[in-house]
C-alpha cells in the first residue's frame, strides 16, 4: 500500500499550490482520503476529507471557501486545490486513507481512524 503526496513548495501570500495523493495498493474507491496538515510544534489538523463512494466531502473551518478537494479515480488519485494562501497555512500536509466513511472533525483525534498514511509534503507560504 502506497499514498504518495507531491505538490509542495514555497509560495508567497495569496498564491496557490495544488497537492496530488497518489494512491496504490488498495481498491481505490473503497477508501476515503483526507488530508490533514501538522504545523511546526502543534498536532494534526483535518484539512478536508473527500469520499469517492458517495462524493461526501468536507473542510476544515480553517480553509473552507479556499481549499478545494477532488477525485480522479481513473488514475487513483486525490487532489487538494489551495488556493489564497495565508502564512498560517505553513504545515507538512499529509494524506491519509480511511475505510469506508470520511474522517470526522467531531472527534478528539480523527487521524487515529487513518488506515494508511502518505510520507508528507511541505508548504511553506511567506508573508
Known amino acids: 500500500v502506497q499514498l504518495v503526496e507531491s505538490g509542495g513548495g514555497l509560495v508567497q501570500a495569496g498564491g496557490s499550490l495544488r497537492l496530488s495523493c497518489a494512491v496504490s495498493?488498495?481498491?481505490?474507491?473503497?477508501?476515503?482520503i483526507g488530508w490533514f496538515r501538522q504545523a511546526p510544534g502543534k498536532g494534526l489538523e483535518l484539512v478536508s476529507c473527500?469520499?469517492?463512494?458517495?462524493?461526501?466531502?468536507y473542510y476544515g473551518d480553517s480553509v473552507k471557501g479556499r481549499f478545494t478537494t477532488a477525485a480522479d479515480n481513473a488514475k487513483n488519485t486525490v487532489f487538494l486545490q489551495m488556493n489564497n494562501l495565508k502564512p498560517e497555512d505553513t504545515a507538512v500536509y499529509y494524506c491519509?486513507?480511511?475505510?469506508?466513511?470520511?474522517?470526522?472533525?467531531?472527534?478528539?483525534?480523527?487521524?487515529?481512524?487513518?488506515?494508511?498514511w502518505g510520507q508528507g509534503t511541505q508548504v511553506t507560504v511567506s508573508s
Open positions: 495498493g488498495f481498491t481505490f474507491d473503497e477508501y476515503t
Open positions: 491519509a486513507a480511511r475505510h469506508p466513511s470520511c474522517f470526522s472533525a467531531t472527534f478528539d483525534s480523527p487521524e487515529e481512524s487513518a488506515n494508511y
Open positions: 473527500i469520499s469517492s463512494i458517495d462524493g461526501t466531502t
